[in-house]
């Protein structure tokens, strides 16, 4: 294995103490080759095209995309998206007022007259995932599943989005699923930090998932 690219949200960057010391290192530690952890807190899969394009080079052969954490949660459904990645003041800024407008929207109601979508819809979600598949070629593509929230109300519709990352997998030569939820639902007393992200036993964990299917497949 010449080199490991990893692109996600907060749980693949690893939060606090676990920052450069989660999932990607471990597995990257395991195999004694270089990685290059590219996580961004609060990416979706639209922020992800992005990450992959800039960061993928010849010497990746292997990728982690792992996105629907923030893909499959719920907002106001008529609230403009502002792209975390590549960020900028302006983006920030605008952010902000997006923030306290669908703050507001909350408080009067409108989210239960008007109605609530997906930050980024089943549909969307997997074209993303797609179009990041097809431009890492023939790489070794991996995708952990999405694991489980402490807030139970959201994991159905976690679960609906790691089964189009099954689909996918399924039908790319190149690409494995890696399975997780199951594993993290049993154990959502000792595998998190708080309520959405990894501590150092989850990410142990989702690290020896990982290592398990590259021995398995490469």
């Not at 459904?77 to 975390?84: D, E, F």
């Not at 089964?163 to 199951?182: G, N, P």
Request: charged share 25%; proline share 3%.
């Amino acid at each position: 294995m010449k080199g490991i690219l990893a692109v996600g949200d907060c749980n693949t960057k690893g939060i606090h103490q676990y920052v450069a010391k989660s999932y990607p290192e471990l597995v990257a530690q395991d195999f004694s080759c270089p990685v290059k952890n590219c996580g961004f807190t609060m990416s979706t899969t639209r922020e992800g095209i992005a990450l992959l394009q800039d960061n993928l080079t010849a010497e990746i052969d292997v990728v982690f995309i792992q996105f629907g954490l923030v893909d499959s949660y719920t907002t106001f459904r008529y609230a403009p998206y502002v792209l975390y990645y590549p960020d900028s003041f302006w983006r920030k800024m605008y952010r902000n007022v997006i923030k306290k407008y669908k703050k507001t929207c909350r408080k009067i109601g409108l989210n239960e007259k008007i109605g609530t979508c997906n930050v980024v819809s089943e549909e969307e979600y997997e074209s993303n995932i797609r179009e990041m598949i097809s431009r890492c070629g023939s790489r070794g593509v991996f995708l952990p599943e999405t694991i489980p929230h402490h807030d139970s109300s959201r994991n159905h519709r976690i679960m609906r989005y790691n089964e189009i990352l099954k689909d996918l997998a399924d039908e790319f030569q190149s690409c494995h699923l890696v399975r997780a939820y199951d594993e993290f639902s049993m154990n959502m007393d000792t595998y998190y930090h708080d309520a959405t992200h990894m501590n150092g036993a989850g990410h142990t964990a989702l690290s020896k998932r990982i290592t398990e299917k590259l021995n398995e497949v490469l």
